[in-house]
């Protein structure tokens, strides 16, 4: 038996139709939409959009997506205006023991890890 991937379910916060443009403009594409909920997919990194609004969870959720280069990601997402666009932080590219992240914190208050 072997285990083919991994899939969470990710909250939207209180407007899941701007949660879905702001993972659009992260560069992920929506590879289904079943109304309520929406599969997002970017580099064979996958996981799915829920309308789900509960901020105690949100902000006690945290995801690493490894990345080639977390210099080329803050680059592209500060040139886009994402933090602007749709009120999300992001910081700049920081030394962690396990390498170097940039931490995007979108609407809904998950802490998404880049990490190089």
């Given amino acids: 038996m072997q285990f083919l991937s991994l899939e969470p379910f990710i909250p939207s916060g209180a407007n899941f139709q701007l949660a879905k443009q702001f993972f659009l403009a992260l560069g992920f594409s929506i590879t289904w939409d079943a109304g309520d909920m929406a599969g997002f997919e ?36 500060t040139e886009q205006k994402l933090s602007e ?3 999300v932080k992001i910081s700049k590219p920081i030394r962690q023991p396990y390498g170097i992240e940039v931490n995007v914190i979108d609407m809904a208050g998950v802490c998404w890890h880049f990490v190089e």
Avoid: P, T
């Fill in 85 to 87: 666009k749709f009120d």
């Fill in 42 to 77: 970017r580099d064979g990194c996958k996981f799915i959009l829920q309308n789900y609004n509960e901020k105690s969870f949100a902000e006690n959720l945290m995801l690493s997506v490894k990345v080639d280069s977390a210099e080329d990601f803050w680059k592209f997402v």
